[in-house]
């Protein structure tokens, strides 16, 4: 089936934040998946905060004439944002127009993919090549004295970091939610953080509504034997969520200057990194039929500076690897890019 005919349109929904950085980083991620879908027309949505909301974009999809509207919720865990409010919000937009009739479809949330985990273990090592590791002087260990070259992590990845490296703990921080399973996940995404690292305990905190909280487990991390903590954002955007966790390390490293506190930045791309469009590509919708369909084609577009680069020497941008998450949903129900071509 051709794209016209189908008439599919991508509603995607993020929690919104006050801040203008986060705001804009969500939209330069919107602007990115609807010039890779393009023709099938993609609206950002917001569940708070700014605008547009899900009425407001649900309304612009309907006056595009959609016949089918699939809603991707940009968001790392499924708690009630997910299981509640977006699915009654875009019912009740497509309700006051009368337009009951259009199918929906939620896709999943982002959750533990690989290309996540692999998102938020380059982000640990960009912080250690940038500022963990920069120092002139050695970093010794604080178990066995042993100096640990600055220039180690330039030189190989974490995944092949051994001892005196073990000196240094991961705490992960999430926004936290009062739905057990969304805390399952964490501590399951945490967990497979801590399977790729060789020697460096993964710890997780939450901001409000689970256990252990930030200030708990910064106390409780300060109290033992590491040199390093490694605190890192699990937040797609910046914002206030990211702010307090700044705030909350700022203050246990003033009171414990003997160990080094580093806070990476949260997953997205920087909001003034503006995509270099080299590749224009073509998005097909087809309707589920019992064929196979072909692999989402995810080869990377131009080069975002700063870019991450893996072991290998592949640059891959944050927001190529979130990308490859949505795309990967939407491939389920039949969404897919199929071509991709230079521009003229």
């Known amino acids: 089936m051709s794209l016209g005919d189908a008439n599919v349109g991508l509603l995607l ?16 991620l919107a602007d990115s998946l609807a ?30 004439g959609i016949e089918r509207l699939v809603t991707m919720p ?9 299981k509640r409010d977006i699915p009654q919000q875009v019912s ?22 690989p290309a996540l985990v692999e998102l938020s273990s380059r982000r640990m090592e960009e912080a250690f090549k940038r500022v963990g590791w920069s120092q002139a002087a050695p970093v010794r ?6 100096p640990s070259e600055p220039e180690a992590v330039g030189r190989r990845s974490l995944r092949e970091l051994v001892p005196p490296y073990s000196d240094t703990c991961l705490l992960l921080v999430g926004r936290g939610s009062h739905d057990d399973s969304a805390t399952a996940e964490m501590h399951e995404f945490a967990q497979l953080r801590e399977k790729d690292l060789r020697g460096i305990k993964t710890e997780v905190a939450f901001l409000a509504m689970a256990r252990p909280l930030l200030h708990e487990q910064l106390a409780k991390l300060a109290g033992q034997d590491y040199g390093r903590v490694m605190v890192q954002p699990h937040l797609l955007f910046h914002g206030e969520l990211v702010e307090s966790i700044e705030r909350q390390v700022a203050e246990m490293a003033a009171g414990h200057p003997q160990q080094e506190w580093i806070v990476t930045p949260p997953l997205a791309d920087r909001a003034d990194i503006v995509p270099q469009r080299g590749r224009e590509s073509i998005a097909e919708w087809s309707l589920p039929c019992g064929e196979t369909s072909t692999a989402i084609d995810s080869r990377p577009l131009s080069p975002i500076v700063p870019p991450l680069a893996d072991p290998a020497g592949i640059v891959t941008t944050p927001n ?25």
Do not use: M, N
């Not at 940009?74 to 997910?82: D, E, K, V």
């Not at 260990?141 to 042993?146: D, P, V």
């Open 92 to 113: 009740a937009a497509l309700t006051r127009r009368g337009q009951t009739h259009i199918e929906q479809t939620q896709l999943a949330h982002l959750g533990c993919h």
């Open 320 to 344: 190529e690897l979130i990308r490859k998450v949505i795309l990967d949903r939407c491939h389920v129900v039949g969404i897919r890019v199929v071509a991709l071509r230079r521009d003229d």
């Open 141 to 146: 260990h604080r178990r066995t004295g042993l």
């Open 13 to 28: 929904v993020g929690h919104g934040t006050r801040s203008d950085v986060g705001t804009q980083q969500f939209r330069a």
């Open 74 to 82: 940009l968001l790392l865990f499924a708690a009630g944002h997910a």
């Open 35 to 64: 010039h890779i879908l393009a023709p099938l027309p993609v609206e950002p949505a917001f569940l708070e905060l700014q605008q547009p909301d899900i009425d407001a974009a649900v309304s612009r999809l309907v006056d595009r």
